[in-house]
């Protein structure tokens, strides 16, 4: 169990001063990105069934409910909002998939609120640390169906609400134990297009919080779960046993630099197809009548979540988001790709429904990443118009990843867009505060402030 030992120090013993500023402020882009996305996914479908629900199972009032208001215990807080943070799939995310910060961060807050406060230095420090715990996981992952949120996530929820509450290494190493056996979820959800992609990003949070409160109560979990012989690698890497991958460097490199951001509100795999049908959208003028044909190449890895035939399935926004066939549809039809564009009326429009007809999706084994198969989100698109004129676009990295990130303006941008859609719009003065409230987070005396701004007050 070294390779257990060595991360367990390193978050227990790590100080805020010892971290670089680039993961610091990666970390905050990541807070205001997920504070936005739940302001946004509040009233998004299921979100309020499970806000009521919460409520009836009640209990002890220890974190807050964001944006629709009330107390409940901690971890079922978090599972709310976590599903908010979610639901419109328009948050951060890592390659080859897991979304860290629509956990990450509501469990944070919670667990803040049952301590009795915490600074930002320490809160910063809980959400680095245990993000980049889960990234190092990541990279040696082989997910194979497993939902990676709900898979590598619940390590950084584990260890952040570890962090906050102050548990030792022992502690520390129950608690990531015990979330290695919570570690689940299918890719089946996001194909059949149900509200389980959302709340399987709570079921992380919640998971997360519970295993470290019941470790710091003296709950064992399995010391191997990295190391051992049904452990993390076994399962989850295909054995391919890398210690030094999730090791090496710890406090030097941060895996979590690899962490991007969306430009806009669908599946990472339809990002760089947008890319390419707004470029031709401005630079040739491309018309949706003009279209006869467009031919989209994917790898295989994510022509199987997203490739697939567009179909309206029991959550449309759901069936929208991951399918590149509705994604570039909607884009050359609204010259855009905005968060209204994924509500029902918009998916449901016959207009775009007759585009998707043209849009035809290939798996090219060719647009792998040879280091690391199936991890590249490049596109190669060909569109034939009417006049027989044939475009040409290839998009190796698309907007907000690494290589190619969004500006502070652009992340300011993302976050006045949630704020804008929401079903009850925030006070102007609320909105500036909590730009400015993350942005330097390191002076603030108790996170907790930043609750009533989310929710309105």
């Known amino acids: ?142 997910y194979d169906g497993f939902d990676p949120t709900g898979v590598c996530s619940i390590f950084a929820a584990a260890a952040i609400a570890g962090r906050i509450l102050g548990l030792n290494s022992q502690e520390m190493l129950n608690a990531l134990g015990l979330a290695f056996n919570k570690a689940g979820g299918s890719f089946q ?60 460097g710890l406090g030097e490199r941060f895996e979590l630099s690899n962490i991007f951001f969306k430009k806009y509100p669908s599946c990472g795999a339809t990002l760089a197809a947008t890319d390419a049908i707004l470029d031709l959208v401005t630079e040739e003028n491309l018309a949706p009548e003009d279209v006869v044909h467009i031919e989209i190449k994917l790898t295989p890895y994510f022509y199987n979540l997203v490739g697939h035939q567009f179909e ?48 035809h999706v290939i798996a090219d084994p060719a647009l792998d990443d040879p280091k690391r198969p199936g991890f590249s989100l490049a596109t190669d698109m060909k569109v034939t118009t009417k006049r027989g004129r044939v475009y040409h676009r290839a998009v190796d990295i698309p907007r907000g990843m690494p290589g190619n990130p969004l500006t502070r303006e652009e992340h300011i941008e993302h976050f006045r867009d949630c704020a804008d859609y929401a079903d009850k719009p925030l006070p102007p003065g609320n909105i500036e505060k909590i730009i400015s409230g993350v942005e330097e987070l390191e002076k603030v005396q108790d996170v907790r402030s930043l609750i009533p701004l989310v929710s309105g007050g």
């Not at 988001?321 to 029902?344: I, M, P, T, W």
């Open 312 to 359: 309206i399935g029991d959550n449309p926004k759901v069936s929208g988001q991951f399918s590149v066939q509705y994604c570039v549809a909607n884009a050359l039809l609204r010259k855009g790709s905005k968060l209204r564009h994924f509500d029902e009326p918009s998916i449901r429009e016959p207009k775009v429904a007759e585009l998707t007809k043209k849009v």
């Open 1 to 142: 169990m070294e390779t257990e030992k060595k991360l367990v120090e390193y978050l227990t013993t790590a100080s805020y001063e010892a971290l670089p500023k680039e993961p610091v402020n990666m970390v905050k882009s990541v807070i205001l990105t997920v504070l936005g996305t739940t302001i946004a996914g509040a009233r998004a479908e299921g979100c309020e069934a499970l806000v009521n629900q919460v409520k009836e199972w009640g209990g002890k009032e220890e974190a807050t409910i964001l944006v629709h208001g009330g107390k409940v215990p901690a971890h079922n807080a978090a599972l709310v909002n976590s599903t908010m943070a979610r639901a419109l799939d328009y948050c951060d995310a890592i390659l080859p998939g897991p979304h860290f910060g629509s956990s990450s961060v509501p469990t944070a807050l919670a667990t803040a609120e049952i301590v009795g406060g915490c600074g930002g230095r320490d809160f910063l420090t809980a959400l680095v640390l245990g993000i980049e715990l889960a990234a190092r996981i990541n990279s040696i992952s082989v």
């Open 189 to 248: 959800s996001i194909i059949d297009g149900s509200l389980a992609v959302r709340v399987t990003q709570g079921f992380v949070s919640q998971g997360g919080i519970i295993c470290a409160q019941l470790a710091q109560k003296g709950i064992t979990g399995p010391r191997n779960f990295l190391d051992g012989i049904y452990g993390y690698f076994h399962l989850f890497a295909k054995d391919r046993y890398n210690p030094e991958a999730v090791t090496t």
